[in-house]
C-alpha cells in the first residue's frame, strides 16, 4: 500500500473509531434520570403533580364533615388504586378543640405491603375550616392549595412514578385527616393536642399490628414559590441523619436555594406525634418564613391558599428530592 493509501486507511479507522464512540454518548429524552453513581432514579412531573393538586381544589375547602371532604376522600383513595398501591381507609370519630365530631379519614397506600424495610410518607390532605389569619371572610374555610393540597399532590405523582418504575423496597404513604381543625389563632391556643388528631389516632392505632418504618419524611406547605426548607427543630432533635441525609441529596441535585441548612425552632405537626407516640424517627419538609408572624408561608391559613401560589419549580425539588431517597434506599 502506498503513502497515500496508508493516510487515507488511517483516516477512515479514525473516523469509524470517532462516530462509533459518539454514538454511544447519544441520549434521548426518557422519564428516567441517572446520578453520579449510577443510580437510577425517575424523573419527578411536576406537571402532574401540579395537576393532582388542582383536582383537589377544584373540589373546594376539604374540612370534615363536607361533602367536599367526601368527594376527595373518594379520588385520593380512586388515584392511589389506579397506580396499583394497596390502599386502607381508617375511619373513625375525633372530638375538635370545641367538641364537635369530626369524621376522619386516614388512607393509607402502600407499595410492597409484605417487604420488611419501610419507609413512610406522609402529609395532611384537610383543610382549614376558617381563615383566621386572613382581615376578610375570616370564618369561612379556605381552599388550601399550599397548605394540604401540595404535599398530597407530591405523594400522588411519587405514586404513578412506583408503578411506572417498580422498587423492592416497601413503602406506605399516608395521607392524615383533621391535622387543621385546632383553635384559632385569635383565640386561646388550648392544648397543644388539639391539632394533628389524624396522626395522633394512627400512631396509637397503627393500620397494622406492630408496624414499623425505618424513617419516615412528612410534606406540608411544599408548594409555593421560592419557598424556604430549614432543619425544623421537631426534625433535629429526632431525626438528624434524616435530615443529613435529605438535605444532601437536595443539594447535590441543585435544590440547595430550597434547602437551607438554617437550624428553626420546633413545631406542632403531624411528625411530632409520630416521633414522640409510635417512635419512627420522622422529619418534616415544611416551609419556613421568617418575615411572617408564624414563621409560615404568608397565606398560611389565608384565602389567598390557592393555585396562584403553587410553582412547578418548588414541586420539583421536593418531588425530585424524596424520589431519589427513596430509590437510594430501594437500592441499599
Same mark, same amino acid.
Given at each position: 500500500?502506498?503513502?497515500?493509501?496508508?493516510?487515507?486507511?488511517?483516516?477512515?479507522?479514525?473516523?469509524?473509531?470517532?462516530?462509533?464512540?459518539?454514538?454511544?454518548?447519544?441520549?434521548?429524552?426518557?422519564?428516567?434520570?441517572?446520578?453520579?453513581?449510577?443510580?437510577?432514579?425517575?424523573?419527578?412531573?411536576?406537571?402532574?403533580?401540579?395537576?393532582?393538586?388542582?383536582?383537589? *381544589?377544584?373540589?373546594?375547602?376539604?374540612?370534615?364533615?363536607?361533602?367536599?371532604?367526601?368527594?376527595?376522600?373518594?379520588?385520593? *383513595?380512586?388515584?392511589?388504586?389506579?397506580?396499583?398501591?394497596?390502599?386502607?381507609?381508617?375511619?373513625?370519630?375525633?372530638?375538635?378543640?370545641?367538641?364537635?365530631?369530626?369524621n376522619m379519614k386516614n388512607i393509607i397506600a402502600s407499595f410492597n405491603p409484605d417487604a420488611y424495610k419501610r419507609i413512610l410518607l406522609c402529609?395532611?390532605?384537610?383543610?382549614?375550616?376558617?381563615?383566621?389569619?386572613?382581615?376578610?371572610?375570616?370564618?369561612?374555610?379556605?381552599?388550601?392549595?399550599?397548605?394540604?393540597?401540595?404535599? *398530597?399532590?407530591?405523594?400522588?405523582?411519587?405514586?404513578?412514578?412506583?408503578?411506572?418504575?417498580?422498587?423492592?423496597?416497601?413503602?406506605? =404513604?399516608?395521607?392524615?385527616?383533621?391535622?387543621?381543625?385546632?383553635?384559632?389563632?385569635?383565640?386561646?391556643?388550648?392544648?397543644?393536642?388539639?391539632?394533628?388528631?389524624?396522626?395522633?389516632?394512627?400512631?396509637?392505632?397503627?393500620?397494622?399490628?406492630?408496624?414499623?418504618?425505618?424513617?419516615? =419524611?412528612?410534606?406540608?406547605? *411544599?408548594?409555593?414559590?421560592?419557598?424556604?426548607?430549614?432543619?425544623?427543630?421537631?426534625?433535629?432533635?429526632?431525626?438528624?441523619?434524616?435530615?443529613?441525609?435529605?438535605?444532601?441529596?437536595?443539594?447535590?441535585?441543585?435544590?440547595?436555594?430550597?434547602?437551607?441548612?438554617?437550624?428553626?425552632?420546633?413545631?406542632?405537626?403531624?411528625?411530632?406525634?409520630?416521633?414522640?407516640?409510635?417512635?419512627?424517627?420522622?422529619?418534616?419538609?415544611?416551609?419556613?418564613?421568617?418575615?411572617?408572624?408564624?414563621?409560615?408561608?404568608?397565606?398560611?391559613?389565608?384565602?389567598?391558599?390557592?393555585m396562584d401560589i403553587i410553582d412547578k419549580n418548588t414541586l420539583n425539588a421536593v418531588g425530585q428530592t424524596v424520589l431519589e431517597v427513596i430509590y437510594r434506599e430501594?437500592?441499599?
Amino acid at each position: 500500500m502506498n503513502q497515500r493509501g496508508i493516510i487515507k486507511s488511517s483516516l477512515i479507522i479514525l473516523l469509524i473509531i470517532f462516530f462509533g464512540c459518539s454514538n454511544k454518548n447519544i441520549t434521548t429524552k426518557s422519564n428516567i434520570s441517572e446520578s453520579a453513581s449510577n443510580l437510577i432514579v425517575p424523573k419527578f412531573n411536576s406537571d402532574s403533580a401540579y395537576l393532582y393538586i388542582e383536582n383537589q *381544589v377544584n373540589f373546594g375547602p376539604r374540612v370534615p364533615n363536607t361533602k367536599a371532604h367526601l368527594q376527595c376522600y373518594k379520588y385520593l *383513595v380512586s388515584s392511589f388504586n389506579r397506580f396499583g398501591a394497596t390502599v386502607i381507609t381508617q375511619s373513625a370519630g375525633v372530638k375538635r378543640y370545641d367538641g364537635v365530631t369530626m369524621n376522619m379519614k386516614n388512607i393509607i397506600a402502600s407499595f410492597n405491603p409484605d417487604a420488611y424495610k419501610r419507609i413512610l410518607l406522609c402529609a395532611h390532605w384537610d383543610t382549614r375550616f376558617l381563615a383566621d389569619n386572613d382581615s376578610i371572610n375570616i370564618e369561612s374555610p379556605i381552599l388550601g392549595a399550599n397548605d394540604g393540597g401540595s404535599g *398530597v399532590g407530591v405523594l400522588l405523582e411519587i405514586a404513578r412514578q412506583i408503578q411506572l418504575n417498580p422498587i423492592n423496597l416497601g413503602l406506605d =404513604i399516608i395521607l392524615f385527616d383533621v391535622e387543621d381543625q385546632g383553635p384559632p389563632s385569635y383565640a386561646e391556643r388550648g392544648e397543644s393536642n388539639t391539632w394533628c388528631l389524624g396522626s395522633q389516632y394512627w400512631s396509637l392505632n397503627p393500620h397494622l399490628k406492630n408496624y414499623f418504618a425505618d424513617y419516615g =419524611i412528612l410534606l406540608d406547605m *411544599v408548594g409555593a414559590k421560592d419557598a424556604k426548607f430549614s432543619r425544623e427543630g421537631v426534625s433535629e432533635r429526632f431525626a438528624s441523619r434524616i435530615l443529613d441525609k435529605v438535605w444532601s441529596i437536595a443539594n447535590n441535585n441543585g435544590f440547595s436555594r430550597f434547602f437551607i441548612s438554617k437550624k428553626t425552632p420546633p413545631i406542632i405537626d403531624d411528625h411530632l406525634y409520630i416521633n414522640n407516640m409510635i417512635h419512627i424517627p420522622t422529619i418534616n419538609i415544611v416551609e419556613y418564613n421568617d418575615t411572617t408572624h408564624n414563621r409560615f408561608n404568608a397565606h398560611h391559613h389565608k384565602h389567598s391558599d390557592n393555585m396562584d401560589i403553587i410553582d412547578k419549580n418548588t414541586l420539583n425539588a421536593v418531588g425530585q428530592t424524596v424520589l431519589e431517597v427513596i430509590y437510594r434506599e430501594a437500592k441499599n
